[in-house]
């Protein structure tokens, strides 16, 4: 069980703050400014999710970005693709954040203040999806590297968008525009830029002014098929990921 006092400030790149009736806003960031993804959020993230989850005063969880992006940079500081026990790691973690958010069992909205470049799984794995004009979606950083998608995008985009454009959206790293992801079933609302935050705590308030129990189990009710996906499918995907690092850095060593 955890306490919000123990853990409030204790991850370096998300900004919490939570209110008397048990809204949680959780705001991704790197000095303040919009987050710049690496292997140390990737660890920290894990951990971060884990905490959430395991406090009982959390009602409804609000997950945002900083800046004018949710999430649509990444550096390559603190991951290891290339070695079998460097990409362990991130196999491991890559499974656990997925079911840490799975574990967080009250609603969950996620309030996306611009692009989503990567990572865009951890939207697709909560219950109401807010966005702005500027919000686009693209799994860019996996081709870029040369790996495999693996990581649950292979999993959420077919579930949320139907097989074939989810295919398509990942094989040609499709750049989904918010009005088209509104119709296509990825975002609930495309709110103003000025308008998001404010949107997304009503929807959080109302929920939270059900019994405890009731949102809870709600969320817990509707995220059963996804815990299924998740499972069956994470673990291999990631695999396959780490197959494709593999051939990467062989093909990196012999152009040295």
Do not use: C
């Not at 949680?24 to 905490?51: C, I, S, W």
């Not at 995220?223 to 673990?235: H, P, S, V």
Request: charged share 20%.
């Amino acid at each position: 069980m955890s306490r919000f006092a123990d853990y409030q400030n204790a991850f370096p790149n998300a900004y919490l703050n939570r209110s008397a009736s048990g809204v949680l806003e959780v705001r991704f960031h790197t000095d303040g400014a919009k987050l710049v993804f690496n292997g140390y959020t990737h660890e920290q993230f894990v951990e971060l999710f884990h905490q959430i989850g395991a406090d009982p005063d959390n009602r409804v969880v609000i997950l945002t970005g900083s800046g004018d992006a949710f999430m649509d940079a990444i550096s390559p500081d603190g991951f290891d693709f290339f070695t079998p026990t460097g990409y362990d790691k991130i196999y491991r973690e890559g499974k656990k954040v997925l079911m840490n958010i799975l574990d967080i069992e009250v609603p969950m909205i996620t309030a996306l203040n611009g692009p989503v470049l990567l990572h865009s799984e951890y939207a697709l794995l909560t219950d109401i999806v807010l966005a702005t004009p500027e919000t686009v979606f693209q799994d860019k950083p996996h081709f870029d590297f040369g790996i495999v998608p693996g990581d649950g995008v292979n999993l959420l985009w077919p579930e949320v968008i139907g097989s074939v454009r989810g295919r398509y959206f990942i094989l040609t790293r499709q750049l989904l525009d918010a009005n088209t992801a509104q119709q296509w079933g990825v975002v609930n609302e495309v709110v103003a830029t000025d308008q998001l935050l404010a949107r997304a705590h009503e929807i959080a308030e109302s929920i939270a002014a059900l019994p405890p129990l009731t949102g809870r189990y709600t969320r817990i009710a509707l995220t059963q098929k996804l815990r299924r996906i998740i499972e069956d499918g994470a673990g291999y995907g990631l695999a396959l990921e780490g197959i494709s690092a593999a051939e990467v850095a062989r093909s990196m060593a012999t152009e040295s």
